[in-house]
């Protein structure tokens, strides 16, 4: 099974490329995030034409998160249970008997700000769900746009982007090796040691010609996956793209 996950900020405007990659790519399952899209807008007659079924939750201008498939998931989740919260982040399905939970983590803007404190809380339920859909699901799959670099081989200047800056600060780092700590394992580094590997580029000074970009797009496999996931990486082809998304999409392959 090919996992993977894609900001594709925007699918009004992504759509050609979302159809272009996952006809080239051909993923099994893809969560997708930043729809930016309500739901009766979705183009599920569109994506079911490419062998895909679609979950979803949008809404109008921001966030929007989705879960196309090749067979239908089930046991459907929108939102985080037990959290109160209007912005679509949040769904999940079971897949070929994996669990899937596709996130896309809030911003939040600059440490110390409202919605810094906001992300901090939204992290905290995130965990405490995980936990228990382990539980319920040991071979369990959380990916999306986390908008947290796990470390300085994640980052192009780890001088700028410090223990006290939004994406790498202490305390995101903090809650991100918390879900780790579950018993999950980022898949990327399962496979690669390698420094200055991004799914995220500015598109402000040619950040992505120049490679000064993020590793914030995550999959995390839960122990019991660990020795399934044989191969994973980010295909850069879709930023080189006309238009593209700041994002690139990452993925794992699963035995």
Known sequence: MKIASWNVNSLNVRLPHLEQWLTAFAPDVVGIQETKME??????????????????????????????????????????????????????????GVRIINLYVVNG??????????????????QAWVAAELQQYPELVVM?????????????????????HILTSTA??????????????????LHSEEEGVFSWWDYRAAGFRRNLGLRIDLILVSDALKARATASGIDREPRTWERPSDHAPAWVQLG
């Open 144 to 164: 999306g746009d986390f908008n947290i670099a796990p470390d300085a081989r994640d980052v192009h200047d780890p001088l700028v982007w410090n223990e006290n």
């Open 39 to 96: 739901d009766h807008k979705f183009p599920d007659a569109v994506l079911a034409g490419l062998g895909y079924r679609s979950v979803f939750a949008g809404q109008k201008t921001y966030n929007g998160v989705a879960l196309l498939s090749r067979e239908p998931a089930q046991d459907v989740q929108i939102g985080i249970p037990g959290f109160e919260d209007e912005q679509k982040r949040v769904i999940a399905g079971t897949v070929g």
């Open 172 to 189: 995101e780092r903090g809650a991100l090796n918390k879900l780790l700590q579950l018993g999950l394992h980022d898949a990327f580094r």
């Open 109 to 126: 803007q600059d440490v110390g700000t409202d919605k810094y404190a906001y992300k901090l809380r939204w992290l905290e339920a995130v």
